[in-house]
């Protein structure tokens, strides 16, 4: 059971990039599925979620710019990401909880980082 | 939002020797289902977070057994018995009762003496 996330970069203030998870020995569509990010020495934050019936939730933080979605065929996760921030500069990472969603992510990426800067 | 609080943030610790990391939640974390989601995390520098707790003290597969979870209400504490070089990283509590959103406490940074 793999997740390897890509896709982050360097990027300006008010631009947009597209995150990507590869989800690898499992199905994916099976999974609840969750982005969480780390600030550049910072703690953890969770930024959204998306059910097996394609049901969202977003962090406050990330509301109104940010958007899970996932491809079933392509065993995929994604975060697209607009309107950009400063603040939005930190590792993202996949995860999900193979068990109750409640008990938090059991199973981790390694992370992409988005960095935006001008 | 509920606020999880940890303590201590930094804490030096001797080779062997015992630690205990403290998590306090702004509110009760005692679901409807009657299962409390307190969750800890462990972060080895240069990875990525693992889960080693879930709902208070079942250690997940592969946790060595000297972590240990307690506590109830709005109180938790990780304990782990005998420190050991691959103990070193930041320690995080998060709650699930609440969700969303999840919410993490800042972090503990275990370190050896």
């Known amino acids: 059971v793999q997740l390897a996330e890509s896709g982050g970069t360097l990027v300006q203030p008010g631009g947009s990039l597209r995150l990507s998870c590869a989800a690898s020995?499992?199905?994916?569509?099976?999974?609840?599925m969750n982005w969480v990010r780390q600030a550049p020495g910072k703690g953890l934050e969770w930024v959204s979620y998306?059910?097996?019936?394609?049901?969202?939730v977003y962090a406050d933080s990330v509301k109104g710019r940010f958007t899970i979605s996932r491809d079933n065929a392509k065993n995929s996760l994604y975060l697209q990401m607009n309107s950009l921030r400063d603040e939005d500069t930190a590792v993202y990472y996949c995860a999900f909880a193979v068990g109750a969603i409640r008990n938090g992510m059991d199973v981790w990426g390694q992370g992409t980082t988005v960095t935006v800067s001008s | 939002d509920v606020v999880m609080t940890q303590s201590p943030l930094s804490l030096p610790v001797t080779l062997g020797q015992p630690a205990s990391i403290s998590c306090r939640s702004s509110q009760g974390l005692v679901y409807s289902d009657g299962k409390t989601y307190l969750n800890w995390f462990q972060q080895r520098p240069g990875q990525s977070p693992r889960r080693l707790i879930y709902q208070v003290s079942n250690r997940d597969s592969g946790v060595p057994d000297r972590f240990s979870g307690s506590g109830s209400g709005t109180d938790f504490t990780l304990k782990i018995s005998r420190v050991e070089a691959e103990d070193v990283g930041v320690y995080y509590c998060m709650q699930g009762t609440h969700w969303p959103p999840y919410t993490f406490g800042q972090g503990t940074r275990l370190e050896i003496k």
């Open positions: 020995g499992f199905t994916l569509s099976s999974y609840d």
């Open positions: 998306i059910n097996t019936r394609n049901i969202t």
